[in-house]
T-cell receptor, first 114, second 111 residues
Framework: EPEVTQTPSHQVTQMGQEVILRCVPI?????FYWYRQILGQKVEFLVS????????KSEIFDDQFSVERPDGSNFTLKIRSTKLEDSAMYFC????????????FGPGTRLTVL | GIQVEQSPPDLILQEGANSTLRCNFS?????LQWFHQNPWGQLINLFY???GTKQNGRLSATTVATERYSLLYISSSQTTDSGVYFC?????????????FGQGTTLQVKP
């Protein structure tokens, strides 16, 4: 069964460093998302991406964040200069079509900023 | 924006017991999903259920969209059911499909 994959599973970085989190969505999906979950809290929407552009972003998704689909399979989230408060689990998700349908999540990348 | 409230926040059960988790939402929705977050942090899809009733083994879910709530039933609970259960909705007014999550119900099943 197709699934969303994410790498790395765990990333440790120093404050101020750039990190790139990678995702491979399900191959015939058209809508892509990043979510964040700070330890012990609920999952929060960061950004949605369709047709090679951002379709919606949350207040969390400031200028330090960017997303890219560099080729036909990968979808990346870049944090330019990490802060301590960026420590969280980051989930990538995808869904197939416009309209109401199921969203599938990757296993997450746990980012630890020291 | 839409509010998603889950109850109870915490639940402790003995193995074999049944439970009902509730999700209330404050506005119309296009999509509703239930997830189980396992001890490794992974979000496992349980149900995609914008309306109606579905069953999968010991789990079942019902969404009454007109009354803005959904219920997740767990029967004959097992220790492996422990974890956090999240309800998430796509607001009816949005068109990007973003999911808005509730705070979750933390379930502990004791042997």
């Amino acid at each position: 069964e197709p699934e969303v994959t994410q790498t790395p599973s765990h990333q440790v970085t120093q404050m101020g460093q750039e990190v790139i989190l990678r995702c491979v969505p399900i191959s015939n999906h058209l809508y892509f998302y990043w979510y964040r979950q700070i330890l012990g809290q609920k999952v929060e929407f960061l950004v949605s991406f369709y047709n090679n552009e951002i379709s919606e972003k949350s207040e969390i998704f400031d200028d330090q964040f960017s997303v890219e689909r560099p080729d036909g399979s990968n979808f990346t989230l870049k944090i330019r200069s990490t802060k301590l408060e960026d420590s969280a689990m980051y989930f990538c998700a995808s869904r197939r079509l416009r309209g109401a349908n199921e969203q599938f999540f990757g296993p997450g990348t746990r980012l630890t900023v020291l | 924006g839409i509010q998603v409230e889950q109850s109870p926040p915490d639940l402790i059960l003995q193995e074999g017991a049944n439970s009902t988790l509730r999700c209330n939402f404050s506005d119309s929705v296009n999509n509703l999903q239930w997830f189980h977050q396992n001890p490794w942090g992974q979000l496992i899809n349980l149900f995609y259920i914008p309306s109606g009733t579905k069953q999968n083994g010991r789990l079942s879910a019902t969404t009454v969209a007109t009354e803005r709530y959904s219920l997740l039933y767990i029967s004959s609970s097992q220790t492996t059911d422990s974890g956090v259960y999240f309800c998430a909705v796509v607001p009816g007014s949005g068109n990007t499909g973003k999911l808005i999550f509730g705070q979750g119900t933390t379930l502990q099943v004791k042997p």
